[in-house]
């Protein structure tokens, strides 16, 4: 792997700081502007929805401006649209701008992942991409690290939530600047009928001439044979993007309905639920969730080449479901759900859980020690935040990155994560109301549920890419829909089960599946292969 390689995917992947940054800042500067503003929690929900508007918006048309613009200029635009839209809210002098303001940078962060997973997937090489891709996510776990902390330094100074806004900006121009020494994509190049400027980015970008010049042959040959599709073929079964968008859809789905996004934007009214009384004490518990978040994402780097994808979404996903089924534990009711008469004018229940404090109590009004109860539901919240890090996190945004044709890959990226902005805007804008309705107990059993369904999902239609060139993966997506792999999986475990000669088939999981072919296994091929 190139030093050039590696410097451009750092460079891209740093937009992830600011994607991070601008979705998590918000849980802090919550708690300064409902009191300036006077908001009620459905301003609230407003507030924090708006920016997923934006996205919702830039998702729809930012594909066809990454196929058409290219990735890097792409990136380099988006950086302006963080800086002003920074700006915008920095200066704010009212609510309304505020809002508008949040959806304005809604559009950079709707783009932001879009441009930089795809621009990552297409100059690595395949036994490091997931290793680069992934850094995209280390960076978004380091934005929101950032802005934990930020919200901790200026939480106590007045107006301080302009600063918690206006600092990004700095970030923005930082990398834009950064972004204008990174090569083009050579698969755009090509795309775009460029082989002589694909071929000296390929010499940057690998190790020796003979490797270029060898994937800009496999690279031509692969594309010249795709289909020019547009978006009306995306649903359609050409190339099997039906079953490509259900894999893609149901990972966006999934990764909101566990819940961790939703309650990243209410941290600290999570954990004022869970027993931290005051706001700076709230805020500083959500430094704990950054850290946890950066370091289970720094594993997740080094092991999803090694583990692979579908593994690592597996184990992510038990011990998610785990962790929030715990909590739920820790956190019975002793008090009705929140109604109009037990509810303060920030929609926050004046009657508690068994750990729970009164959230504008003193500090002489409150024990100076946390309850045991408040300490356990502290450290799942924080093994809930890791497993999501080493799982829906970065191989979400890993497989989207993998599984789409070249032809189509913005515009099909675009479509997903549109879906997963509007899933991302559903939950976020119901949460306080759900929460003030059913209590933190429920809402952790809600989230656990989704996690089990979304475990027979990643078990029986998710694909394992690990180790394989994009040619490959999409060579086999090509030929599978999800119910030939259904039926291959359930015909190995029915052969394996009677111990008799019969059809070895390879599940689209472990590798390219051609027409299946008969032959004749061992007792230790039978069981390999129903695995």
Same mark, same amino acid.
């Given at each position: 792997?190139?030093?050039?390689?590696?410097?451009?995917?750092?460079?891209?992947?740093?937009?992830? $700081?600011?994607?991070?940054?601008?979705?998590?800042? $918000?849980? @802090?500067?919550?708690?300064?502007?409902?009191?300036?503003?006077?908001?009620?929690?459905?301003?609230?929900?407003?507030?924090?929805?708006?920016?997923?508007?934006?996205?919702?918006?830039?998702?729809?048309?930012?594909?066809?401006?990454?196929?058409?613009v290219g990735r890097k200029f792409t990136m380099i635009g988006n950086c302006l649209v963080f800086a002003i839209g920074a700006l915008i809210l920095s200066f704010t002098p009212s609510v309304t701008v505020l809002v508008f303001g949040r959806v304005f940078l809604g559009l950079a962060v709707g783009l932001s992942v879009v441009a930089e997973c795809a621009y990552i997937t297409e100059i690595s090489n395949p036994?490091?991409?997931?290793?680069?891709?992934?850094?995209?996510?280390?960076?978004?776990?380091?934005?929101?690290?950032?802005? !934990?902390?930020? /919200?901790?330094?200026?939480?106590?100074?007045?107006? @301080?939530?302009?600063?918690?806004?206006?600092?990004?900006?700095?970030?923005?121009?930082?990398?834009?600047?950064?972004?204008?020494?990174?090569?083009?994509?050579?698969?755009?190049?090509?795309?775009?009928?460029?082989?002589?400027?694909?071929?000296?980015?390929?010499?940057?970008?690998?190790?020796?001439?003979?490797?270029?010049?060898?994937?800009?042959?496999?690279?031509?040959?692969?594309?010249?044979?795709?289909?020019?599709?547009?978006?009306?073929?995306?649903?359609?079964?050409?190339?099997?993007?039906? !079953?490509?968008?259900?894999?893609?859809?149901?990972?966006?789905?999934?990764?909101?309905?566990?819940?961790?996004?939703?309650?990243? !934007?209410?941290?600290?009214?999570?954990?004022?639920?869970?027993?931290?009384?005051?706001?700076?004490?709230?805020?500083?518990?959500?430094?704990?969730?950054?850290?946890?978040?950066?370091?289970?994402?720094?594993?997740?780097?080094?092991?999803?080449?090694?583990?692979?994808?579908?593994?690592?979404?597996?184990?992510?996903?038990?011990?998610?479901?785990?962790?929030?089924?715990?909590?739920?534990?820790? /956190?019975?009711?002793?008090? $009705?759900?929140?109604?109009?008469?037990?509810?303060?004018?920030?929609?926050?229940?004046? /009657?508690?859980?068994?750990n729970e404090y009164v959230s504008n109590a003193t500090t002489e009004q409150v024990s100076a020690s946390l309850p045991v109860s408040t300490c356990l539901s502290l450290v799942c919240m924080l093994c809930y935040v890791a497993a999501y890090s080493i799982s829906y996190g970065p191989v979400t945004w890993l497989l989207l990155s993998e599984i789409f044709p070249s032809s189509v890959k913005g515009r099909s990226?675009?479509?997903?994560?549109?879906? *997963?902005?509007?899933?991302?805007?559903?939950?976020?804008?119901?949460?306080?109301?759900?929460?003030?309705?059913? @209590?933190?107990?429920?809402?952790?059993?809600? !989230?656990?549920?989704?996690?089990?369904? @979304?475990?027979?999902?990643?078990?029986?239609?998710?694909?394992?890419?690990?180790?394989?060139?994009?040619?490959?993966?999409?060579?086999?997506? *090509?030929?599978?829909?999800?119910?030939?792999?259904?039926?291959?999986?359930?015909?190995?475990?029915?052969?394996?089960?009677?111990?008799?000669?019969?059809?070895?088939?390879?599940?689209?999981?472990?590798?390219?599946?051609?027409?299946?072919?008969?032959?004749?296994?061992?007792?230790?091929?039978?069981?390999?292969?129903?695995?």
């Amino acid at each position: 792997m190139s030093y050039s390689t590696v410097a451009a995917s750092l460079v891209a992947a740093s937009g992830g $700081i600011l994607f991070g940054y601008d979705m998590g800042i $918000i849980s @802090g500067a919550l708690l300064q502007l409902r009191e300036e503003f006077k908001l009620s929690y459905l301003m609230q929900e407003v507030i924090v929805s708006s920016l997923l508007f934006g996205a919702i918006i830039s998702s729809l048309f930012g594909g066809t401006v990454i196929d058409v613009v290219g990735r890097k200029f792409t990136m380099i635009g988006n950086c302006l649209v963080f800086a002003i839209g920074a700006l915008i809210l920095s200066f704010t002098p009212s609510v309304t701008v505020l809002v508008f303001g949040r959806v304005f940078l809604g559009l950079a962060v709707g783009l932001s992942v879009v441009a930089e997973c795809a621009y990552i997937t297409e100059i690595s090489n395949p036994e490091h991409r997931g290793k680069l891709v992934s850094l995209t996510e280390v960076a978004i776990a380091l934005g929101f690290l950032m802005a !934990y902390f930020i /919200n901790y330094l200026f939480i106590l100074i007045p107006h @301080g939530w302009r600063f918690m806004f206006g600092i990004s900006a700095i970030f923005a121009l930082g990398q834009g600047f950064a972004l204008l020494f990174v090569p083009k994509s050579p698969r755009f190049l090509i795309i775009k009928n460029k082989p002589i400027e694909a071929l000296q980015v390929l010499r940057r970008l690998r190790s020796d001439e003979d490797s270029a010049h060898q994937e800009l042959s496999s690279l031509k040959h692969h594309l010249s044979s795709e289909q020019n599709l547009g978006w009306k073929e995306l649903c359609s079964q050409k190339n099997n993007l039906c !079953y490509r968008l259900v894999i893609g859809l149901g990972l966006a789905f999934l990764q909101q309905a566990s819940g961790l996004p939703t309650i990243l !934007y209410y941290a600290p009214v999570v954990l004022k639920q869970i027993g931290f009384y005051s706001n700076q004490s709230a805020t500083l518990a959500t430094i704990g969730a950054g850290v946890t978040k950066m370091i289970a994402v720094c594993i997740s780097l080094c092991a999803v080449d090694r583990i692979g994808r579908k593994k690592l979404l597996t184990i992510g996903t038990v011990l998610m479901a785990l962790c929030l089924f715990f909590a739920s534990a820790l /956190n019975r009711p002793s008090s $009705i759900p929140c109604q109009e008469d037990n509810c303060d004018s920030h929609g926050e229940n004046i /009657n508690f859980t068994d750990n729970e404090y009164v959230s504008n109590a003193t500090t002489e009004q409150v024990s100076a020690s946390l309850p045991v109860s408040t300490c356990l539901s502290l450290v799942c919240m924080l093994c809930y935040v890791a497993a999501y890090s080493i799982s829906y996190g970065p191989v979400t945004w890993l497989l989207l990155s993998e599984i789409f044709p070249s032809s189509v890959k913005g515009r099909s990226i675009a479509l997903v994560v549109a879906a *997963n902005w509007t899933f991302n805007l559903v939950f976020s804008f119901t949460f306080l109301d759900y929460l003030a309705k059913t @209590g933190i107990m429920w809402t952790f059993i809600t !989230y656990g549920i989704a996690c089990s369904i @979304g475990l027979l999902f990643v078990l029986t239609v998710v694909p394992e890419t690990k180790g394989r060139t994009l040619e490959d993966i999409d060579s086999s997506l *090509n030929e599978l829909s999800v119910l030939q792999e259904l039926k291959l999986r359930c015909a190995s475990s029915v052969c394996t089960d009677s111990g008799s000669p019969r059809a070895s088939y390879e599940p689209l999981s472990q590798g390219p599946l051609p027409e299946p072919a008969l032959r004749t296994s061992s007792a230790d091929s039978h069981t390999e292969s129903a695995i």
